[in-house]
């Protein structure tokens, strides 16, 4: 079975039914109003109308539960597939994210000389410390039997932004952040918000490299607004290799809630736009 394609039932009970029915009533008129056969023959055939109703409601029932079997297990397996999805993404964001900064910092590292490689290989440690801990508790969550046996992972929030993007300083970005108020926030929003804002954030790590970047969060009417962009690389630079799906990823998130998403070249730079409906807000 297609799980992409939802079960349809219909009946054939019903029209079979009717026929029979039709053909019982067309043989009763032809029979005489005399004799024995004007009495045997209706019996009979009430007895078989009768017969054909049980048979018709015993069939329907039989087709419905089956439909119902059927429409389960697809509801299931578009559950699983879903499920597979959102962890898809979360482990995309975590491992992307953090091997992301980690391959631009090596990369940057190379030009670094006395005090600063120290430095540089600090950070690279830190990120690949907090990665790796951010896979293992992803990976822990996974193969918990049961749901409350271990926490989930942390949602994130609007005030964990000053910490997404002083974490991609590390990759030598020179970023600005501006968050105007925006009001009640439903959690959702925010998780997306802070999505958007990281996988915006190692973009341009990754495209651009050392560069300026401008991280603006606001809300227009009943939506949250968050821009990410970037001034291009400083200089003739090579793109450092990725899966590709990050902003795949991220448009069917902003867009599964109900929101818009751009992501475009702007003069020399890149940027990424996400404006997502806030159904939380007071």
Not at 236 to 257: D, N
């Amino acid at each position: 079975m297609d799980v992409r394609q939802r079960p349809s039932w219909r009946s054939g009970v019903a029209p079979t039914t009717l026929g029979v029915l039709a053909a019982l009533v067309l043989v009763l008129l032809t029979v005489g109003g005399a004799g024995s056969a004007a009495v045997v023959v209706p019996s009979l055939l009430a007895v078989a109308a009768v017969a054909v109703a049980v048979l018709a409601v015993r069939r329907s029932r039989a087709g419905r539960a089956a439909y119902e079997e059927r429409l389960t297990e697809w509801a299931a397996a578009e559950a699983a597939q879903a499920e597979r999805m959102r962890i898809a993404r979360d482990l995309h964001d975590i491992v992307s994210h953090g091997l992301g900064l980690i391959t631009v910092r090596a990369a940057a590292a190379r030009y670094v000389t006395g005090a600063d490689v120290a430095e540089a290989l600090a950070d690279i440690e830190n990120a690949s410390r907090e990665a790796t801990s951010e896979l293992r508790h992803m990976l822990t969550v996974l193969r918990a039997p049961d749901d409350d046996a271990v926490p989930r992972l942390p949602v994130e929030g609007l005030d964990q932004l000053p910490a997404i993007v002083r974490g991609a300083e590390v990759a030598g970005l020179r970023t600005a952040l501006t968050v105007e108020p925006v009001g009640e926030v439903s959690p959702g929003v925010q998780v997306a918000v802070c999505k958007v804002v990281r996988e915006g954030l190692n973009n341009s790590a990754r495209h651009a490299g050392p560069t300026d970047v401008r991280v603006h969060v606001h809300r227009d009417g009943d939506s949250v607004v968050v821009t990410v962009a970037d001034s291009g690389p400083d200089g003739p630079r090579r793109s450092a290799p990725g899966a590709g799906h990050g902003l795949i990823g991220l448009r069917e998130r902003v867009v599964g809630l109900g929101g818009a998403f751009a992501a475009e070249p702007v003069e020399a730079g890149f940027r990424v736009v996400a404006r997502i409906p806030d159904g939380g807000a007071a």
